[in-house]
T-cell receptor, first 114, second 111 residues
Framework: DGGITQSPKYLFRKEGQNVTLSCEQN?????MYWYRQDPGQGLRLIYY???????QKGDIAEGYSVSREKKESFPLTVTSAQKNPTAFYLC?????????????FGSGTQLSVL | QKEVEQNSGPLSVPEGAIASLNCTYS??????FFWYRQYSGKSPELIMS????GDKEDGRFTAQLNKASQYVSLLIRDSQPSDSATYLC???????????FGRGTQLTVWP
C-alpha cells in the first residue's frame, strides 16, 4: 500500500537533547512538508521541500532542521534551540502538477518534553 | 490579521441537523480552498475542495465559496455522530502557492 509513514508515534525529549522524527513516503511525490500542531490550533508549516536536495523554511523554522537526501525521506530534527517542542508533528506530501494542492498526511508523531 | 480565520467553536448539533462551519481569508486573490477533517489524535484528511464561486456538493457535504466576501463555508446535512471531529479550513495564496490552515472548528454531533 502506498502512503506516508511517520515514526515514532510517541517521542520524549530531555532538556538539551536533539531528536529526529522520521518521515518516509512511497507515493513517488516530489513535495514534502512538516507541520506542527498545538492543541486547539491549526497546522503551522515548519519546513517544506519541493525536490531532492532542496528545502525552504516555513513560518516557524527556528529550532528545527531538515534534510532531503532522498525523494522518499524527509526527516525533521528538533534541536535544543526549540524551547517549546511539545506538539503533534505531521509530515505530508503532495503529487506534482495540479494535484499539488492536495496533501497526503502521515499518522503523526506526538513529541513531549520530560 | 491571520491568513485564515475560523470560528473555533466548539459547535454542537443534534443528530440529523445541519452543521454550518465558516471560514474567512485575508488574501483577496486566493484561488483554492479546502476543508480537511481531523479526528482526535489522527491526521487530517481532505474532504472537500472548491475553486470557483458558488456551491459544490458531495454527498452530505456542501462547500460554499464567496470570493467577494472572502468567505468559504462547509455545510454538513443530516449530521451523524461519526461527523464529530475538528474541521480545518485551508487556503492557497496565489503568490506563494502553499496551504495556510485555520485553527479549526471542533464539531460534536450528539445522538
Amino acid at each position: 500500500d502506498g502512503g506516508i509513514t511517520q515514526s515514532p508515534k510517541y517521542l520524549f525529549r530531555k532538556e538539551g537533547q536533539n531528536v529526529t522524527l522520521s518521515c518516509e513516503q512511497n507515493l513517488n511525490h516530489d513535495a514534502m512538508y512538516w507541520y506542527r500542531q498545538d492543541p486547539g490550533q491549526g497546522l503551522r508549516l515548519i519546513y517544506y521541500s519541493q525536490i531532492v536536495n532542496d528545502f525552504q523554511k516555513g513560518d516557524i523554522a527556528e529550532g528545527y532542521s531538515v534534510s532531503r537526501e532522498k525523494k522518499e525521506s524527509f526527516p525533521l530534527t528538533v534541536t535544543s534551540a526549540q524551547k517549546n517542542p511539545t506538539a503533534f508533528y505531521l509530515c505530508a506530501s503532495s503529487p506534482p502538477g495540479l494535484q499539488a494542492e492536495k496533501l497526503f498526511f502521515g499518522s503523526g508523531t506526538q513529541l513531549s518534553v520530560l | 490579521q491571520k491568513e485564515v480565520e475560523q470560528n473555533s467553536g466548539p459547535l454542537s448539533v443534534p443528530e440529523g441537523a445541519i452543521a454550518s462551519l465558516n471560514c474567512t481569508y485575508s488574501d483577496r486573490v486566493s484561488q483554492s480552498f479546502f476543508w480537511y477533517r481531523q479526528y482526535s489524535g489522527k491526521s487530517p484528511e481532505l474532504i472537500m475542495s472548491i475553486y470557483s464561486n458558488g456551491d459544490k456538493e458531495d454527498g452530505r457535504f456542501t462547500a460554499q465559496l464567496n470570493k467577494a466576501s472572502q468567505y468559504v463555508s462547509l455545510l454538513i446535512r443530516d449530521s451523524q455522530p461519526s461527523d464529530s471531529a475538528t474541521y480545518l479550513c485551508a487556503v492557497i495564496r496565489s503568490t506563494l502557492g502553499r496551504l495556510y490552515f485555520g485553527r479549526g472548528t471542533q464539531l460534536t454531533v450528539w445522538p
